[in-house]
């Protein structure tokens, strides 16, 4: 089945080292999104490569970068984890065409921060 | 005012039930809405998309008023499986954001517990 996949599901690092966080997707859809979302709350979208344009949100500290070396795989790195970056982050994929907005999502990494 | 805004609940109902959630959300130029459901600690997962007609899939009716900027969505005959938080998801318009009309605002979730 075409899917979201991310890696790994739990991960847990110390407070200022660095982490990545993998995601592949078999939908070949051309957009994929990181989000960040912290309990009770809506999904925060951090940035998104539309192909290979690379997105950036205003309020996306520099803290956190995105690599997306090919359609399947992207990547986000936490160059500094702090306490607050603790949190679930979210990839997800869609096509950029009327009528297809809708996006599908992996399951997710929780990281935890020590 | 926020982008899209819910009931955050809980609404907590007994099985078989019906029951109905509320959105709002304040970009006139949106042209595309879903109902999202996530379980706890899981990912959201795309539930229906909504159309200008309103629409149904089995127990679950949304429906769309653009005047109002008002979706709705009404779980009939309530299961336990049902309970999840209901996110209201509505597309961006470039226009007036910036943002790819392709990129979506989620609304905070609505919280639905069935009870046995």
Redesign the interface.
Known sequence: DAMVIQNPRYQVTQFGKPVTLSCSQTLNHN?MYWYQQKS????K?LF?Y?DKDF?NEADTPDNFQSRRPNTSFCFLDIRSPGLGDAA?Y?CAT??????A????????T?LTVT | RKEVEQDPGPFNVPEGATVAFNCTYSNSASQSFFWYRQDCRKEPKLLMSVYSSGNEDGRFTAQLNRASQYISLLIRDSKLSDSATYLCVVNTDGRYSGAGSYQLTFGKGTKLSVIP
Do not use: C, I, K, W
């Open positions: 957009v009770s709350q809506a999904p979208l998104h539309y997105n679930m979210l869609s096509r950029a065409y009327a009528g907005y809708e996006q599908y999502f992996g399951p997710g929780r």
